[in-house]
């Protein structure tokens, strides 16, 4: 699987850093939700209109419908330094199940290119008339197919 990688960049704050002048690993998290928005799209029912996002893959998510982590996975592979610019990141999607799928990342220093960290969400549709979990419909499958790829983890 080769699907298509998204790229994008999330900003790296300066309260993000902790004493060692790394992104605290709570923030690093916190990185990874503003990836999946600037890349997948706002959930629908979420927020005000701004800036498209990459693929408006979570935008078109039917009424009454949240997208819910399910969990998080992250690997440090070295420190990912605080700058006082945007941090690289790639993202795609892989696992894609009947009711879940996983977002994958590495962020990548924004100097020296080095890899940081890989990291998957696992998420989910759920239904917030019926207070369950919901399969993933036909349609939001077929629009995954483009951005599957390998997972992060084996």
């Not at 309260?15 to 060692?20: K, L, Q, T």
């Not at 399910?70 to 605080?82: F, G, I, N």
Request: proline letters at 6%; a neutral charge.
């Amino acid at each position: 699987m080769s699907g298509r990688k998204l790229q994008v960049q999330v900003p790296m704050r300066w309260g993000d850093m902790d004493a060692y002048g790394h992104i605290n690993n709570v923030n690093l998290v916190r990185m990874m939700e503003e990836a999946r928005i600037a890349g997948f799209g706002v959930p629908g029912g979420t927020g005000k209109p701004g800036t498209e996002s990459r693929a408006e893959l979570f935008s078109s998510v039917p009424a009454n419908t949240q997208i819910l982590v399910v969990e998080h996975r992250v690997r440090y592979l070295t420190p990912l330094d605080y700058r006082n610019v945007p941090a690289d990141v790639e993202i795609w999607l892989s696992e894609v199940k009947a009711a879940s799928f996983d977002v994958c990342y590495e962020f990548r220093d924004p100097i020296e290119g080095s890899l940081c960290v890989r990291a998957t969400t696992t998420l989910a549709f759920f239904s917030v008339k019926d207070q369950r979990l919901l399969r993933l419909p036909a349609q939001q499958r077929e629009e995954m197919q483009v951005f599957l790829g390998e997972p992060v983890f084996r």
